[in-house]
């Protein structure tokens, strides 16, 4: 009996292990061209992202931009042929990129201390590898080094990186280069230097200048087995005054080595066979920091048993939504999913120390600090979709954006922040949103403070022309290149303020921010109903391009997508378009006409196949609009949109993202509209209901509480929404509330190969400002 | 009745004033040609000595080293007929410099952001001064601005500058460059932030390599009234990745300046006629460690306060020693005294926090953490002035280096070290004199763990051809270009080793630390008696020249001189150079007969007048040598010589210091000499008798005993001494014992115009390591 229940089990452990859900993540989606991801080992929201990178193209060389970097934002392009080495920091999707911090690299043979040219992979250091021999799954990453016969296994915690190096016999080396790094130039790096403290342990820092400011990064590194011998040099050519430490003999066996651009090596005995095993722990506090790190996450276990713990890691952050439905789009989607969870990560020492914005080493009294915030990317979807998933993530996160808003020297919120610096890229204020959306939905914060510190981010004078924008209404073009964007960003992000503000009872506030909120009108020019820029005259940009990006008083968005930005006020937008007719003609004119090839040319961060029509889904100010149907006299062909947009762009393939995944926006969209409904605008408490992508979706919920999306008779043809049940009772609104959702429930899609022609009543719209009932 | 007593008082406050002993001081002795000492304000071993830099010649150009930046070591030198701006770190008469962190410049008019050239002031901030408008005095420090009309006051807490500046009627500036400094270079600045917290409040930071490889200086400064505009510039070349920060308009009231090279001004209403105080916290943790400090020293309190405050701080400090006779000599004496409490200097916050070499924040618990140990030159005789007069502050000295001991990769105690960081500056391992040393004096440490890292320091293979001096007995000459001189210092630093482990009943350490104590024997050369250095085969370096530094194997001392560095063995030196007859005329040879042009020319750090014969006494490995006659037929010719380097080198003048003041060291000589003996052998309880420079001496000890020294009938000509008294009672000993004059007591000297040709028996005589009774 007992033999055959332990039987029993051992078949249920295959059969639970066929169905893991990490099984239908490939982190390499999204590596080739645009989609920026990276395939090495994380863990969720984790502090370390360990991934190889591909190649080293600076940033700027003599100040000049290359152009080529841009390509290697995660450090990682799949068409290349070989393998620099395995680097500690990795920003997942971005569109500007920094990091690479601490690379790592085995090789056997002559110490070679630069990494090589892609062309000869025996100039340096670097090593070719084919994707044969590469696996990249959730936590796991390896890859072999042909150049060198040895097969590298990398695994994460929270703060370490784990290294596993399989050597042919004989004499092992580990290449550590604290000058390599993305988005690299010429003196980025201010400062490293590493000790050599006893014979199987490392510690030092690197402080670089790139995208961050300053980024304090410091390790602790522990070998499983001895070093050999040792040794470094500094590269740089810059009149570094060495002072009395010409005395020494860097480049062997001397334990204090530090420079601007400094290479290190370290050999080891590798002939027993067995692997060497290198933990890597990161700190933005200090050393002490990153030792502590290294041995609260890995005293004691091996790569293996920590490897089993990033996979039981992920398995159960997935598990968070069970979906059933098309293998290739279960991978979409748990690929997706998987996406949503590296940023933003962890900023933060195992005992709650980390570094502010101030440079100042706080400490995390009961929350969690994030870093990494592309907000102008993630406000939409990523966040939204974490206040419905895991409000306690969401509430640290809002926490973090709290404490940088106390560091800032602005007294202003984040704009695009990472490390402990804001970076400032890209446009508007929307950690205001994510306050004003957290708030909604139930995430408890100090309401007096976020106002303030929201009203603050909204004032800030000197920030991207917020002094014109609160005489004018608007950001003047002289101003601003991309002034159209930001004062439709502006309004909106005021309305989540005005949003705000009337849930507390603010009238002062409420009014002045609704007010504000409208600006988006000013905007238009009524001679063709787009948005167009203007001067401080008032008057309208001469010879204006609707389709191009470029000099258009657009970024990341022509006025033929942007002019849909006006996510709070639908019903206002459509008015300013001339009405409900017109405003379809020009939904439906923006997803078939295609844009023309010079206006395509100045699409920044898409691939072709990121392009429907005009519609450009590769950049984020457009992700609402398929919705925007919704309010008009033509709902039905949100479905028709959304298919389309799933099936261009979001493939089972290693190319499968059709631009950047901006920090897991791109891929929240997908989730959202997977499960059948996205928050166009969040600050208010409405998904807008689009069509599902699987036939089951179940997510848990925080409190227990399970809501299902069920879409019956689903298919390739069948992607039209013919009726909806809410609990089983038929739905005829809209949109849902959050808090239809997260009492939990079903919400049940009856799908048919023809459109459902119905119209939605005013009343069963979703929300629009200009609807409010005052 | 009463009026009469306040009148009375008032006399009696009138003639207490008369004899301050800060009067006493004159700080600008030294600040011309070779003492390296700042005219500035400091208080007792604060961390702040904010002085007038008066020059920015660059250490290097383009790695070429620039020989006038050692004139501007200290940051100022008195022939300079203009300041350039008052930075807030110096180093008290060091031969190598670092520093000048945080420079301030009061101007007015249109904004100047470089310094300019001292040949026309007005082509940058500087401005000329006049020397009949400058005070120096212990704590305070000022200078009218001529450029300018600006009167600028300057004094100090521990950790805090204070400026004071009045300006004419109208704006006045403050430009604050964080680019200056002292043995600056293009690139010293690895990064420099600057944050303006409010109107009256600035934090930030810069981080140089300098001699310091990595010295982390955060500020906290606020001012005495509003900002009314400021601005910023980075005027670096260097390809600076500004990335998004090109946005804003750093130049005019953007509060968050940064970069390599950054030079920034703020603009005050100074129209109502009063004089605006600006307070310069540092800290080497954190703004937040500098907002610290600013707040627990100095809030609440006005420039005059502060001024009063840090003077009767200095008195305080001074009045350790009651000394009476010569008001010249007694200028001399204080000014030392004073020198003496310069460095080492506090290196910690208020709170105890401090940066460890480490480069962690440590926390000193139970101890006041130190830096600036200039111990090749302080060993000799300013630690041990410090385990005389203060205990208490040498034990918390020896405290620091051992946790600078525990904080070094390399296991070892400092060698020069500042701001957390060694330097590796000049040869030998002191710190194990100085360890003990307070040992033998009666400081309670951790002798087992003190004599763990003694071992460890002595042991170091890879410094200064210690694994060779380990096998052979002297360092070879092929390894290192200064090994005689270091094998000679090895040898006595092994004896202080051989000392406490002796005293500790260590037997097996003594005996083999014994033996490395008479290594120096193995460095003279029978052909001549005196020291040459060898080859690792044995053989002796050929073409020697005994009078030349340069290419001799020795380093700030020829052979002449550094041939008598065997203090713990002067009896066995005696032997080696053939006896007390040779000796006698060997040392009449060293003090008599000129050096030679070419030889003068190599002889570093030193004027002329640090020169007697070819005694140099401007470098310290001589400083021992006039007590040496001690151990001879004719002990009387210590005073004789005593006195002629009192009358020569330490003189009531600007340039009243023969050679570098050397972190006290020289000063340290001054003090000890005046009183009437001197550690010849630091480790050794035993200080040799010379002759005392002033009439009277008093020293308060610690334990509220007094140690008086009182010569009788001394005057220029009556240099000799003929009889000595301790405590009424006949003294014939040639030294005295520590605990003879810690006991409290009287030391009588009875001058005379004529030697007393009395011989020392041989029990009478000074301690030798071959004199003892195993």
């Known amino acids: 009996m007992r033999r055959i229940l332990l039987i029993a089990t051992g078949l249920l452990c295959l059969s639970a292990q066929a169905q893991k859900l990490t099984d239908y993540v490939n982190p390499l989606i999204g590596t080739k061209d645009m989609g920026h991801t990276f395939p090495g080992a994380c863990v969720p929201h984790g502090s370390v992202q360990l991934s190889p990178d591909t190649d080293t193209i600076p940033h700027n060389v003599g100040g000049v931009y290359q152009k080529d970097a841009y390509r290697y934002c995660a450090g990682y392009q799949y068409e290349d042929e070989s393998i620099v080495g395995f680097s500690h920091t990795h920003m997942n999707g971005t569109g500007h990129s920094d990091l690479g911090d601490i690379l790592l690299m085995p090789t056997v043979g002559a110490i070679q201390l630069n990494p090589g040219v892609k062309e000869d992979t025996r100039s340096g250091y670097r090593s070719a590898y084919r994707h044969e021999n590469e696996v990249s799954r959730p936590g796991y990453y390896s890859a072999f080094l042909d150049d060198y016969g040895v097969k590298a296994e990398l695994t994460a915690t929270e703060r370490v990186g784990i290294h596993k190096y399989t ?21 980025k790096v201010l400062w490293s230097n590493l000790r050599v403290e006893n014979d199987t342990l490392l510690t030092g820092c690197r402080i670089t200048n790139g995208w961050a400011r300053m980024n304090q990064v410091y390790f602790a590194i522990s070998f499983s087995r001895p070093i050999l011998r040792y040794g470094g040099k500094d590269v740089s050519d810059k009149s570094v005054y060495k002072g009395f430490w010409r005395r020494f003999d860097m480049e062997h066996d001397f334990p204090d080595m530090a420079g601007r651009k400094l290479k290190t090596y370290f050999v080891f005995d590798m002939s027993d066979g067995t692997p060497l095993e290198v933990k890597v722990a990161l700190s933005a506090v200090s050393t002490d920091g990153a030792l502590k790190n290294l041995r609260a996450e890995t005293a004691g276990k091996s790569f293996n048993e920590l490897c089993a713990l990033a996979t039981e890691k992920w398995e159960k952050a997935l598990s968070v939504i069970k979906a059933e439905g098309d293998e290739d789009i279960k991978t979409s989607f748990y690929t997706s999913l998987y996406h949503t969870m590296i940023n933003p990560s962890v900023y933060m020492d195992v005992d709650g120390a980390y570094r502010g914005l101030d440079r100042n080493v706080h400490q995390a009294d009961g929350f969690t600090n994030y870093t990494v915030f592309s907000l ?31 560091q800032s020297v602005h007294k202003a919120l984040p704009i695009w922040s990472h490390m402990g610096n804001e970076n400032w890229c890209m446009i508007g204020y929307h950690a205001v949103s994510l306050l004003s959306d957290g708030i909604t939905k139930g995430i408890v914060l100090d309401n ?28 003047p073009l002289e101003e601003n290149q991309s002034a159209a964007s930001i004062t439709l960003e502006y309004a909106y992000d005021d309305w989540t303020i005005y949003h705000l503000a009337k849930a507390m009872g603010n009238k002062e506030v409420a009014d002045r921010y609704k007010e504000r909120a409208m600006n988006y009108k000013k905007m238009f020019n009524p001679a063709t109903g787009y948005v167009s820029p203007r001067y401080t005259d008032g008057s309208w940009k001469k010879d204006f391009n609707l389709y191009d990006t470029h000099g258009q008083g657009f970024i990341e968005g022509n006025s033929l997508n942007y002019s849909f930005f006006v996510p709070h006020d639908v019903k206002g937008l459509i008015s300013c378009m001339g009405g409900d007719k017109e405003f379809v003609k020009r939904l439906d004119r923006l997803f078939t006409e ?50 389309e947009v799933f099936d261009k762009m979001y493939k089972n393939r290693i190319d499968g993202l059709c631009g950047n995944d901006d920090c897991g926006q791109m891929s929240a969209w997908y989730i959202f509209s997977a499960m059948g409904f996205y928050p166009v605008c969040p600050g208010s408490d409405q998904y807008v209901l689009g069509a599902p992508a699987l036939d089951s979706i179940e997510m848990q919920l925080e409190d227990g509480n399970t809501f299902r999306v069920k879409a019956e008779n689903l298919s390739a043809a ?32 009856v799908m048919s190969d023809k459109p459902n022609k119905r119209k939605y009543k005013e009343e069963e719209k979703p929300y629009s400002l200009s609807a409010e009932s005052n």
Request: zero cysteines; proline letters at 4%.
């Open 594 to 643: 295609d844009l023309p090839a010079e206006a395509y040319e100045h699409t920044e961060d898409v691939t072709a196949e990121g392009i429907l029509g005009s519609y450009v889904h590769g950049n984020e100010p457009s992700h609402h609009v398929p919705y925007l149907y919704m309010w008009t006299s033509q709902p039905w062909k949100t479905a028709e949109r959304i298919r």
């Open 718 to 749: 069948n992607k039209y929404v013919k009726s909806i049940y809410l609990n089983g009772k038929p739905y005829t609104k809209a949109y849902l509330n959050h808090a239809d959702v997260v009492k939990g429930g079903e919400l049940r899609f």
């Open 167 to 187: 050597y042919p016999a004989g004499e092992g080396n580990v290449i550590i280069d604290l000058d390599h790094g993305i988005y690299n130039y010429d003196g």
């Open 376 to 406: 102008w990317d993630t406000f939409r979807a990523l966040h939204p979709l974490f206040n419905l998933m895991d409000a306690r993530k969401s509430k640290d996160m809002l926490g973090s954006l709290m404490k940088h808003y106390g």
């Open 448 to 475: 007096g403070q976020a106002l303030e510190a929201m009203l603050n981010s909204s004032t800030l004078s000197y920030y991207d022309g917020i002094a014109s924008y609160m005489k004018l209404g608007y950001v």
